[in-house]
């Protein structure tokens, strides 16, 4: 494989990598302030790609349709939070799990029922379109690029978020310890909504712009989701910079082992039964580097609590 | 029971005993005639992939509604695309509601589970879609019909077309499951250059980054891809983005008209193999294209025509035989004089079609996108496992 | 009511003496199993024969779910990959039946083995599987606890899920049909009342023997170990023996639930082991009563009555599952069990 062609794959792995970033620090977050598992993430992904198809296509222009996504998820976070999410902080995980996998069901057949069974049409904006020649001469698709730059902005600004900020001050906090920042006078009910919201908006823009290059339908949040969780758990739930580490390292695991174990079995192998274990284990290979790092971190990378 | 007119849309249980409003009005007169045909229709009408199974039922009962045939009762249900539930459909077709013909089933996966059983208990099933080699080979049935095709043939057109087309070095790629496997195995029987890579993608795959970038690097002439349903929309769409100038072949079912709109522009100018297309020319497929986009508001998918044309061949049947007398209705079946929307229409020995299989190109026409004959790829195409049938 | 007549398991003394007379909970639980029995024959006799399948459909289920909470009620570890061990158990009994019927031999060292189509043989097969697979996961697994049991449950069962859908030498992804049930002796497996009436008979045989497991002294390590590990070690057990032999236990009665799934379906497939099913097995549990004795059986009857019910007055029948099970957990906390028999539930 040429050197050109190893770059082009490894931006490739850093663009889904960020993407899962961007899923994966809205239910980090969540769990690490709240302490909840929440499996209806992958809806409000849905929500904002179908909320950018839905303004897209009735305006005419992207850009108004990603700001509709972010803006809808949010809304649908924050008052799923405030009729549903809200009872469950006190719960055991196990009711969290049930409560909030019917809150997909709810999400995803309402959307079928708005929207119909048939896949709706997003597509990049013409001013992101084609490709352009990086330097060395790879060439790569514009839209891909502005989603790692959307996505490191994003990062950056969570870090500057939560480093920075009051509102970050009173997250920490109340990840080390729930009640003090109660006794402290923070309003932990808004702190709470904030929050979710916050997380659901970041699943509601990576919805958008995944769904602009990839298929905008109902369902498309289940494989998200579960890729998600592995993301948060080799980086240690409720951590931040694990997310990121992690989001990263699935992305360039997955993107660099669909591309170099069916060659690497190509060297002892048939080709098409090489191509076909190849992609097999590839498949795998995400949850294997999961159990490898809990198996030696059973906190995950950079858990601070189990 | 109640024969609804409004029942064709809602497949909900209590009014999923579709009739025809003749039917109604045939049991007030007290007409007792030939025996009812009672069809059990399990297809995929909620989650991924739900708008294949709706436009199979809706050019099923298209047909249905206009022949306008009392005997015949269908009864539609939900499959949703998991295996054991189309199992438990089946049984509780055969079991409780004692249907005589099962139709509708749009994935291999769920044929597999439901066809072998159902044959061996004496009922028919006419396939709308999913044909896969298991059934058409060694364990083939003599009541088993595949109205639409065996899975190879669209692949093997396609591999038909780029010897054809003289493309020297084909990139080629499918999921990697069983029907995947088969798609590439399909494509290299007809194809005669050489095959620059073959790669597997994960079944469900959205993001073909990884992929685009070694068919570019690859310098392949030609690229086929076999990625059904959701799969073919995200590739399609980054295809276009990383405006690679390479040819693009596949079967017909990432092109196919439910998915078209989804896909946009990207999709323009593909050529995909298929043994229907709206713009055959044919009084039958004139008349189905009008009607269909009459009562649904839509152009017509592949999946459409084959429902349509499944119960077009069950009622040529049904006229000429009683489904009492299986043998007789059997021969009915496989003598296939029906008005096939496709033109010439025939079973082969396993009872798979031996039919044309065209090359499309999709177009862009008073700005829907829809697709275009361009050529025949192969004439009375039948299948690689006939042999292998000792019917 | 006093704490103490309920199900050993769920009680928060189990030490204390048995009752008298039946409680309450016994009444619920004897009316479950009884109540499944009578449905299964009152629906034959009224010539329902889906409705037998279906019948039988819960009580795979449940035993299903019976191995489940084996480890989760009892033990309080979240599985979410108890698929993993349904779908090796289908498997198991899908390719020794796939080769006694194709006449082709499965191994032939160290002695020729052809596969088989007798039920007993293919349970055992099965259960040893089940058992294997449960002890290598679990060994890796009880390294962690909390949501990291949780994901890392479910990152074995996705492996064995995408392993199953590519290898084609049982079918991958479409799954391999068995297409003659497999024979118990004495009976006629193709008939659906013989079939419901062998699965129940296990369905209450693995009852009994979860009861008597957890009145022993292995139970009650086990649920000790949920409630406070420290105690536990404080008088000499060590907790991680006792929860990977439950884990162990466990495996291996899910893998028996799934031969049965896979002779009742006479199908198996790589959806037998998608995360959905342990999705699945989890909420049968808590719809049920987590920790209960028959939770799996109330839980698994309900869900299957409601699917079947829902979907027969709309298309859109999971948005009002959904609504329902929201409901549930939000304020029928402590399951269907919870409901008709009280008593507190733990957690």
Redesign the interface.
Known sequence: MSTILLIEQLLNGLQSGLMLFLMAAGLTLVFGVMGLINLAHGSLYMVGAFACAGVAAATGSFWLGLAASIAAAAAAGAIVEVAVIRRLYARDHLDQVLATFALILIFSEGTRWLYGSFPLYLNVPPSLSGSVTLPGGIQYSLFRLAIIGAGLAVAVGLFLLIGKTRIGVQVRAGEADREMIAALGVDIRRLYTLVFALGAALAGMAGALVGTIQSVQVGMGEPVLILAFVVIVIGGIGSIKGALVGALLVGLTDTMGRVLLPSLFDLFMETSAATSVGAALASMAIYILMALVLVVRPGGLFGARA | MTGTKTGIH?????TKYLTTTALALSMLGGAAMAEPVKVGMITT????G??LG?DTRDGFMLAVEEAGNPDLEVHIE?DQR???VA??LS??MI??EDVDVLTGIVW??LA??VV??AV?QGKFYLSTNAA?S?LAGKGCHENYFSVSYQNDNLHEAAGQYATDEGFGRMFIMAP????G?DS?SGFKRFYEGEVAN???????Q??Y???I??I??SGADALFFFLPG?MG??FM??WA???IDMPVVGPAFSFSQ??L??????AVGVKNTAQWSKDIDNEANAQFVEAFQAKYDRLPSLYAAQGYDTARLLLSAMDKADISDADAFREALRAAEFDSVRGDFAFGPNQHPVQDIYVREVISEEGQLTNKIVATAMEDRGDAYAEECSM | MSPVEQIPAAGSEPMAAAPARPSRATLVNAALGLGLLAFGLGAWAMGEVFMVTLATKVAILAIAGAGLNLVLGYGGLVSFGHAAYFGLGGYTAGILAHHALNYTPLFEWPFLFEGTTSMPVIWLTAMVIGALAAAAIGALSLRTTGVYFIMITLAFGQMIFYFAISWPAYGGEDGLPIYVRNGFPGLDTLDPLHFFGLVWAVLMAVLGGIAMLARSRFGLALQAARQNRQRLMAVGIRPGGVLLTAFVISGAITALAGALYADLNRFVSPSMLSWHLSGELLVFLILGGTGRLFAPLAGAGLYIALEHLLGGVSDHWQFFFGLLLLAVVLFARGGVIGFLAGGKRHG
Request: net charge negative; charged share 25%.
């Open positions: 809602r497949e909900t249980r209590m009408l909620s989650g991924g739900a708008s709706i939900d998991k295996p054991e199992v438990q049984d509780e079991q409780s291999s996966n597999m589970a072998p059983g061996r896969p298991q990697n499951y069983p029907a496997q590439l073959e790669v597997y993608t994960q079944l469900g959205t993001d980054a990884a992929e970038a070694q570019r690097d959701g929309i995200s769409k980054q983005e990383a405006g439910d998915i709109p989804a896909i946009g522009e990207a």
